[in-house]
């Protein structure tokens, strides 16, 4: 028998190599192998590598999204606050306008100052909302008496007892109304 010559084993019935033979096809058989595990580790290790990238990249977007939501708020809690001073001034002006004082310098002050606060305020996102002749949103109001009136369209905000704010797209504070509704005959 020739080196390389390989011999059929009649009981396993497969090809067998003569002993003391060639094993540069058993090399050539293992490296392949080893080869092929090698390539399926890098293609795992490609893939979490992308999974990985992917994931830190959504967490890049998150945490900028968080970031700007935080900076878009961060005034909400000392906007809410000063709410109660505006209610206090516009209280003054309503209650000095039902007296007719001869006060109208005070008057006046008042006004101007309601003015700069609502102004300054708007520039950081508040937004008074419409109440009153609207027709009711519980989204945006706060229903605490209803009145009957023929002349007016049922569900419609009669009178605005406490003026509602939006912050940045968002409702502060909803506004106290009262709502009309039909009588009942």
Do not use: C, W
């Amino acid at each position: 028998m020739e080196e390389g010559e390989k011999v059929v084993d009649p009981e396993v019935g497969v090809d067998k190599k003569p002993e003391g033979g060639d094993t540069s096809i058993e090399t050539e058989d293992a490296t392949a192998e080893a080869a092929k595990t090698v390539y399926a580790e890098l293609e795992e290790t490609k893939e979490k590598h992308l999974r990985l990238y992917a994931e830190f990249e959504n967490y890049k977007k998150r945490a900028q999204k968080d970031k700007e939501e935080l900076i878009k708020y961060s005034n909400e809690s000392l906007i809410y606050e000063i709410l109660s001073a505006i209610d206090s001034l516009e209280m003054t002006l309503k209650h000095s306008a039902e007296k007719s004082s001869d006060s109208q310098s005070l008057i006046k002050g008042v006004e101007n100052t309601l003015k700069e606060l609502s102004r300054i305020l708007g520039n950081f996102g508040l937004v008074a909302i419409a109440a009153s002749g609207k027709p009711f949103d519980p989204m945006y109001h706060h229903a605490i008496s209803q009145v009957e009136k023929e002349d007016i369209e049922s569900n419609t905000i009669v009178e605005e007892f406490r003026k509602g704010y939006l912050y940045n797209e968002k409702v502060l504070r909803a506004s106290l109304v009262a709502v009309s509704k039909k009588a009942v005959s």
